[in-house]
């Protein structure tokens, strides 16, 4: 992994379940979705949710969730193609009618088809399978939370110092679907305001990461291979990096099954910062 980080010039960052591990805020959200069901679902929704966090329920991070069939897919990471499918209750398709509902690579919108790509969506699935539509008001209330001193945010031991050592030989940028006031309280909180040479908010991965990477590329003047993409989002970070042909880290927490992934995987960004520091 040595050679890796010193061979890179441009690091480019995730934020949320990266740079902190904090998982609290997820349960909070839960509970704003529930809300928005009639009470007589709660019992339900908050036992089926706790199926889904223990790994009991077809639900799983790594996969996509159909909202208009019910359905779960497992797709293939580099070209959208469905591999398998479950309805809700876990019972599979057959392969026939797998090819017949999905002959054509799929693509994520976040309304119809979403891309369950780390904990936040696990709750909006579920939410939206018992017929919430609007998840956003959850997700805000839910970010709120995370801005106040109810919600306590774990600093990373030597995160702070990693950066900064690369800081003075490398670029550093940081690039998150969170909203710009969000990102800012959270790089607050964890003491990393002034890092990044660029931070890119609200980007709306992973329909856009190609098109943020391939800008960064060209910005920097930089060519792939000397690009790092660091995540724990496989298919917003890790898949579109590969695609690229840049280099990648992918945190996987979840020891997920992505089986075509030959890169650096880790458990956590603690992992590597003795790496970091002594680049």
């Not at 929704?45 to 790594?62: C, D, L, N, P, Q």
């Not at 939370?145 to 950066?163: C, H, N, S, V, Y």
Request: proline share 4%; charged share 25%; with cysteine.
């Amino acid at each position: 992994m040595g050679n890796l980080l010193t061979d890179s010039e441009l690091f480019i960052f995730d934020l949320d379940g990266t740079l902190y591990e904090d998982t609290d805020h997820f349960e909070y959200y839960a509970e704003q979705l529930k809300q928005e069901l009639p009470e007589a679902l709660w019992p339900e929704f908050s036992k089926v949710y706790e199926k889904i966090v223990a790994g009991e329920h077809i639900v799983t991070i790594g996969k996509v969730y159909d909202v208009l069939r019910d359905h779960v897919l497992k797709v293939d990471s580099m070209d959208s193609t469905v591999i398998q499918a479950w309805k809700w209750t876990g019972v599979e398709l057959e392969e026939n009618e797998v090819r017949t509902l999905y002959p054509h690579p799929i693509s994520f919108d976040f309304d119809s088809m979403i891309a369950i790509g780390d904990g936040w969506w696990l709750p909006n699935v579920c939410a939206r399978h018992y017929g919430v539509v609007d998840t956003h008001t959850s997700y805000v209330k839910t970010k709120n939370f995370m801005a106040t001193d109810q919600f306590q945010l774990t600093k990373i031991p030597g995160l702070r110092e990693a950066l900064l050592n690369l800081r003075e030989k490398k670029q550093l940028v940081l690039l998150t679907n969170s909203q710009e006031d969000d990102v800012h309280r959270l790089l607050q909180l964890l003491d990393l305001v002034g890092i990044f040479k660029e931070v890119i908010t609200e980007a709306r991965k992973p329909q856009y990461t190609k098109n943020h990477f391939a800008r960064l590329l060209e910005h920097y003047q930089i060519s792939p291979e000397k690009v790092l993409s660091i995540g724990d989002n496989y298919v917003n970070e890790i898949a579109p990096a590969i695609h690229l042909q840049m280099q990648t880290i992918f945190i996987d927490f979840f020891e997920l099954d992505y089986p075509e992934y030959t890169g650096v995987k880790v458990k956590s960004i603690s992992d590597i910062i003795m790496e970091m520091k002594s680049v």
